[in-house]
Structures are given as C-alpha cells and as structure tokens.
C-alpha cells in the first residue's frame, strides 16, 4: 500500500490503517491485501472486479473491514461486493472510500454491495466516503441492494463530509416477515459540489419495517437530491424523515414517496429544510463565538 493509501484508510477508519480479523482493501482499482478468518471467507470473483464473502450461521461479536482506496486522477474504479450472511450471525462490516486526486484529473469509485441475510441475521454497515486532495473531479457512486429474510436486521450508518464532489448514491431493499432496516444518513456538501441519494424500500413481510433517517447540509453554491419509496405491500411499519440545512445559496430538493399496498401498512414521511435559526446564531455568539464558528458548531451538532 502507498503513503495516500494509508492516509486514506485513516480518515476512513477514524485512525485505524491496520486491521484484523477478516479484511480485504482495494486499492487502484486491483486488491492491495486481503484476509479471511475461521468464520468470514473471503474470495475473489471469477467474471468481474469484487468479492463474495460468506459469513457463516451463528457468526458472533467479528468484524469485517473492506475499505477502497483511489489515491490519483485518472482512476475509473468499478467493483461488485457479494455479501452471504448465515442465519443468526451477528457481525459489524466497515466499508467506506476514499479518492485523492492531483493535477487536475478525474477520479471514480463505484461501489456495488449486496447483502443477502439469512433468517435472524445482523448486520451493522458502517461507510464513510471521503474525498482529499487538489484539483480533479472526485466521484463517489455507492450502490447498495439488500434481501433480508425473516427477522433479519441490517443497520446502516452512511457518512459523506466534504470532499467528494460528485456523489450518486442508490439504495434498494426488499424486507420479510419480521425484518427491519435501519438507515442513518448524513451529508456535507461545500462548493459546487453535487449529491443526490436515491431509497427503494419493499416491505413485503408482516412485521417489516423501515426507519429512513437523513440529515444534509449544502453549503455555498453545491446542490443535494434527495428522494426515498417506501412500499407497504404487507402489515408493516415504514417511517422516512429528510432534514437539510441550507447555508449560503445550497440548493435541496427532497421527494419523500409513501405507497401503501395493505390495509394495515403504516408510513409516514417527514421533510424539513431550512436556514439555521437566527437564534441558535445569536445564543452562541453571544458566549463569544463569531458567526462563521457558531454557524460550524451548529453544523457539526446537526450531523453527528
């Protein structure tokens, strides 16, 4: 692994840049190391760039860290990620991608996970998207399908603050009987920078359920696109909630779609955006605190 590299996987990580356990991390686009435990395999595709990685039953307290790293410009890295997770394992995977570019040249890391969890699964997805570097257009394009069987349960913890200039973000699940999903988003964008995030959600079981949350801020000239279906096509429980701040002349439209397909599906979608409050400004700059700082204070709270 190069010196970006392991920056990368620092800022990724919150400072870790070695790991065990199961691990694989890419690097330009080609596998820079990898390794399997006792209970999580790992294995290279055979008819293109990825993994499938296979957790076995009553898998129990490991992790899995599968970092990607593009550390120049002229980098157009696509990678598809298999994930089988046995019945009743219950095991956390830290992905996340960082793109450093240099020179004016663009680079790209797109990102296609799909998870499969057996009857009773947990899985806890944590991914951090990170963007370093001078000029050259970074792009972020993660891609995200889930097939959770009964009772099975993923969380997901989405991160993307600054640095990333292009950003499309899809999501698609489709839930049983009893499965829940779990999402937590949370979005910085600065410049002329450009996300938009895209949920598909099917609740086909009794007992399913969703709990959508994202929280964005679009600071200066950059724009956000936000939009989540959910599908109740069973008893279940769907909730979506969209917040943005808007600072400066950041630009956000948020589509929140709710479709009820059963007499006894429950959904309910909130959406706020906004300017931070002239008194929340006001409070902190009077504990000494000039407007530009209580303005990040304010930000920094909003997306924790």
């Not at 895209?198 to 939009?227: I, K, M, P, T, W």
Request: aromatic share 4%.
């Amino acid at each position: 692994m190069n010196e970006t590299t392991k920056k990368l996987l620092r800022l990724i990580t919150g400072g870790k840049a070695d790991f065990g356990g199961a691990y694989s991390i890419r690097e330009n686009g080609k596998c820079a190391d990898m390794r399997s435990s006792e209970n999580i395999k790992i294995e290279k595709k055979t008819d293109k760039p990825g993994l499938d990685i296979r957790i076995r039953p009553g898998t129990k307290g490991e992790t899995l860290a599968i970092p990607a790293c593009v550390t120049h410009g002229g980098v157009d890295d696509l990678v598809y990620n298999d994930f089988y997770i046995g019945e009743g394992a219950d095991v956390v995977i830290v992905a996340g991608c960082g793109v450093h570019t240099e020179h004016g040249e663009p680079a790209r890391h797109n990102g296609i996970h799909r998870f499969f969890l057996a009857r009773g699964a947990h899985v806890k997805y944590v991914e951090k998207h990170i963007g370093t570097g001078g000029d050259g257009i970074r792009s972020i394009d993660p891609v995200t399908e889930a097939e959770l069987e009964r009772d099975a349960v993923l969380e997901m913890d989405t991160v993307q603050i600054g640095g990333v200039d292009r950003s499309v973000r899809k999501t698609e699940a489709a839930l049983e009987a009893g499965a829940k999903l779990l999402i937590r988003e949370r979005i910085l964008t600065e410049g002329r920078q450009e996300a938009t995030t895209h949920f598909r959600v099917e609740l086909n079981g009794a007992g399913s359920g969703v709990d959508l949350v994202s929280r964005s801020v679009a600071r200066d000239d950059s724009r956000q696109s936000y939009e989540s279906v959910i599908f109740g096509n069973a008893p279940c429980t769907g909730h979506s909630a969209c917040d943005a701040i808007i600072a400066g002349n950041g630009i956000v439209d948020a589509s929140p779609s709710l479709n009820a397909r059963n007499g006894d599906a429950q959904l309910i979608h909130e959406a706020a955006i906004g300017k931070i409050a002239g008194e929340q400004l006001l409070k902190l700059q009077t504990l000494g605190l000039t407007e530009q700082e209580a303005e990040a204070k304010i930000i920094e709270g909003f997306l924790i």
